[in-house]
T-cell receptor, first 112, second 116 residues
Framework: DQQVKQNSPSLSVQEGRISILNCDYTNSMFDYFLWYKKYPAEGPTFLISISSIKDKNEDGRFTVFLNKSAKHLSLHIVPSQPGDSAVYFCAASLDSNYQLIWGAGTKLIIKP | EAQVTQNPRYLITVTGKKLTVTCSQNMNHEYMSWYRQDPGLGLRQIYYSMNVEVTDKGDVPEGYKVSRKEKRNFPLILESPSPNQTSLYFC???????????????FGEGSRLTVL
């Protein structure tokens, strides 16, 4: 049973437009949510996180929104740039055991 | 430079031939972990370690062993590799949550293993 789901395997967006990546979860006890970015032949790198007590966190072009009632979070990238083309992983953390539960990833392609 | 270093980056081996993938971090992190990445499955945790001499199973530990004799090193051992262990492996490290960390992991560049 996947506790963290990224239902879109891939997403294609025009350069300069907004990219929205979605993530759904089932466990209401998750206390932190994180987004990681992964380029081919490299390890994932941390992008942005949000605590379960907040509904929005912003860092430059990246904003993460959390909707606890819907158990849904999204990553917005505005404006999208060619260097944003990568696989994005959503992950959730449980304070009780410090483990990260990962989604399957969404491949973002930014078209020039 | 702060980093997590894995070796080898690429390896082709045969069924049953024991191998070790090394992982070393220079950030004095307490927490270290091994993941495997397979298409459509995301990252699945194999083993993790909260500190020296403390290791525990993740979601997919079968066929793997680990040890944590020093804080900086966390090798992954495949005693008798099988073809279903063909995968991309990542080592990661972090400070523990007690230091206000939210779970941000630092990853190595990955080790692509093929078992024939």
């Amino acid at each position: 049973d996947q506790q963290v789901k990224q239902n879109s395997p891939s997403l294609s967006v025009q350069e300069g437009r907004i990219s929205i990546l979605n993530c759904d979860y089932t466990n209401s006890m998750f206390d932190y949510f994180l987004w990681y970015k992964k380029y081919p032949a490299e390890g994932p790198t941390f992008l942005i996180s949000i605590s379960s007590i907040k509904d929005k966190n912003e860092d430059g072009r990246f904003t993460v929104f959390l909707n606890k009632s819907a158990k849904h979070l999204s990553l917005h990238i505005v404006p999208s740039q060619p260097g944003d083309s990568a696989v994005y992983f959503c992950a959730a953390s449980l304070d009780s055991n410090y483990q990260l539960i990962w989604g399957a990833g969404t491949k973002l392609i930014i078209k020039p | 430079e702060a980093q997590v270093t894995q070796n080898p980056r690429y390896l082709i081996t045969v069924t049953g031939k024991k191998l070790t993938v090394t992982c070393s971090q220079n950030m004095n992190h307490e927490y270290m972990s091994w993941y495997r990445q397979d298409p459509g499955l995301g990252l699945r945790q194999i083993y993790y370690s909260m500190n020296v001499e403390v290791t525990d199973k993740g979601d997919v530990p079968e066929g793997y062993k680990v040890s944590r004799k020093e804080k900086r090193n966390f090798p992954l051992i495949l005693e008798s590799p099988s073809p279903n262990q063909t995968s991309l492996y990542f080592c990661a490290s972090s400070f523990t949550r007690g230091r206000g960390n939210t779970g941000e992991l630092f990853f190595g560049e990955g080790s692509r293993l093929t078992v024939l």
